[in-house]
Every structure is written in C-alpha cells, then in structure tokens.
C-alpha cells in the first residue's frame, strides 16, 4: 500500500520555466489538498479539492493551478515559475470525514527556481 | 488565520516533560496536532473535536477549550524520538481545510 506518492521528489527550475506536479494516492479518499512549507512558515494551503472535478483555493494560491480530473490524482501546475516558489511541496488526503479526519502526507517535493 | 503556536522552540532532557499550546482567534471546531522530523513528511498525533472526541496517539495527549479557542499538547517524560516540529492544525466554521501554526521545534538531548 503505497499512500500518497508525489512525483518528482526534487526539480530544480528556471525562472519563467513551467512545471506540473503529480499527487496521487490509492487509499480511495475524498479530499485532496496541496502545501507548500517555508523555514518558520509551517504548512500553507495552495489549493485544495473535495471530490474528483472540483477545486478550491486556500490561502497561497497565487502562481499555481490544480487539477482533479480522476478521483486518486491531484496536479499542481506552476505556468511561469519564480524564485518566490522556491519551496518544499506537499501533498495530503483524507476520507470522506474530510477534514475531520486524518490527513496523510506524501513526502514532499523540493523545488528550487533560478 | 493562522492559530499561533508557544513556544516556538523548547530544548529538554530525555525524560523531561513539554507543553505546547496552540491559540487561535476564532472559534473552533477541531485541532490536529502533527509531528514532523527534518526532511521528512508530517505525521498525525491527535485529533480533537469540538465536544469531546479525540483520536489519536497513545502515549501523547492533548487538551482542547473551545471557549478559549486553544489546544494544548502534553508531552510526557520525553523520549529522544519525541524531537522533532510540532504544527497544530485547526478548523473553523464551515471550513473543509485546516489551517496550521508556524509550528514548535523539540529537542531532546540525552
């Protein structure tokens, strides 16, 4: 049971590059939900889905696209990368509890842009 | 907004006793409490629910007023693998994400 794998585990970019990331887990949940992590920052919510066709922003959401087009995969989008994107990625679920439930983290991307 | 976690760091002898507290200004539903080790994922500790239900992890506990709109975290005679930062999570009012504090980072010295 592999959870929540996200592809790649490091990228390393150019500014104005475009780039997608792949979130995708096999535990059939329901919610899906991108971070991104700076030093002394904690987690903050990019972009956030409920069920498979719909999205939400969350608190950064600024620079990115999602897309939830099959129920187990999660794409977070950078069009235009800048350096102020330089950051670890994180990816997590849960059940159809939602956010009353446990959330299951993949284990990060680290992303760094020129 | 983002709930404010105290302390921000803590340095203890194994064995040693934590509290770490998470404060928020509105009004809560849940808190989540997550414990991260360097370069790793954020892995669940606990959940509590407004009312009283809590999942969570056995040898750690926690508390949650909801009229103060705070959660404590207890950490009790401190093991080495207890290092790490601690990030509460919370949720209000009709949300369906959690929003986390800045976290607190734990060392545990032998």
């Known amino acids: 049971n592999a959870g929540v794998t996200q592809t790649p585990k490091f990228r390393v970019l150019k500014t104005g590059q475009s780039m997608t990331l792949l979130c995708a887990q096999d535990?059939?949940?329901?919610?899906m939900y991108w971070y991104r992590q700076d030093p002394g920052m904690g987690l903050r919510l990019i972009h956030y889905s409920v069920g498979e066709g719909t999205t939400a922003k969350g608190e950064v959401p600024d620079g990115y696209n999602v897309s939830r087009l099959k129920k187990q995969n999660f794409l977070l989008g950078l069009e235009s990368a800048a350096p102020s994107q330089t950051s670890v990625y994180f990816c997590?679920?849960?059940?159809?509890?939602?956010?009353?439930?446990?959330?299951?983290f993949g284990a990060g991307t680290r992303l760094s842009v020129l | 907004q983002q709930p404010v976690q105290s302390p921000q760091a803590v340095i203890l002898r194994e064995g040693e006793d934590a509290v770490i507290n998470c404060s928020s200004s509105?009004?809560?539903?849940?808190v989540h409490w997550y414990r991260q080790k360097h370069g790793e994922a954020p892995v669940f500790l606990m959940i509590?629910?407004?009312?009283?239900e809590q999942k969570g992890h056995e040898k750690i506990s926690a508390s949650f007023n909801e009229k103060k709109q705070q959660s404590s975290l207890y950490l009790t005679a401190s093991q080495l693998s207890y290092s790490g930062t601690y990030f509460c999570?919370?949720?209000?009012?009709?949300?369906?994400?959690?929003?986390f504090g800045q976290g607190t980072r734990l060392t545990i010295n032998p």
């Open positions: 535990m059939n949940h329901e919610y």
């Open positions: 999570g919370t949720e209000g009012q009709g949300a369906q994400k959690l929003v």
């Open positions: 997590a679920s849960n059940t159809l509890r939602g956010v009353r439930d446990i959330q299951y």
């Open positions: 509590l629910l407004k009312g009283g």
């Open positions: 509105k009004a809560l539903y849940s």
